[in-house]
């Protein structure tokens, strides 16, 4: 079965992938605060509507994120998303932000709100743990 496109533009191709049950994005470039915030909410929606509970992120090349989509994450999104269903995130970064190890707090925050993420540097073992899920 093939993707199916919810966002595609200059920053984000946002999909749903039927055949894993999982809500993918790929940034592209580094991607602004309002263009992410759309792709997220869209990528939520579309977690509703299919059903899914598992995320794959590719962030590799992707800029910090600034303070204020940090925080828009934590107390908006986040919470709204895992409330729409989503279990598993798996994150693909770039390698020095893996080995920098400042994702820990982000994963324990997230961890106590029930969702479960790894962080990857290889989108290919970031499919494979999300396929060995159940969802």
């Not at 590719?58 to 919470?79: I, V």
């Not at 989503?86 to 982000?106: C, I, R, S, Y």
């Not at 989108?123 to 060995?132: I, N, P, R």
Request: aromatic share 10%.
């Amino acid at each position: 079965m093939s993707a199916i496109s919810i966002v595609e533009n200059e920053y984000i191709t946002l999909q749903y992938l039927p055949d894993k049950k999982i809500i993918a994005h790929v940034v592209h470039k580094p991607i602004g605060d309002k263009p992410l915030q759309d792709a997220l909410n869209a990528g939520t929606e579309a977690l509703k509507k299919y059903g899914a509970c598992k995320w794959l992120s590719d962030d590799r090349k992707n800029g910090p994120l600034s303070p204020e989509q940090l925080q828009w994450a934590f107390n908006d999104w986040n919470p709204r998303t895992i409330k729409a269903g989503w279990k598993f995130w798996a994150n693909v970064v770039p390698e020095d932000l893996a080995a920098a190890g400042t994702l820990a707090p982000v994963m324990d925050a997230l961890f106590e709100m029930g969702l479960r993420m790894m962080v990857f540097t290889d989108v290919e073992k970031a499919t494979q743990w999300l396929d060995s899920l159940e969802g």
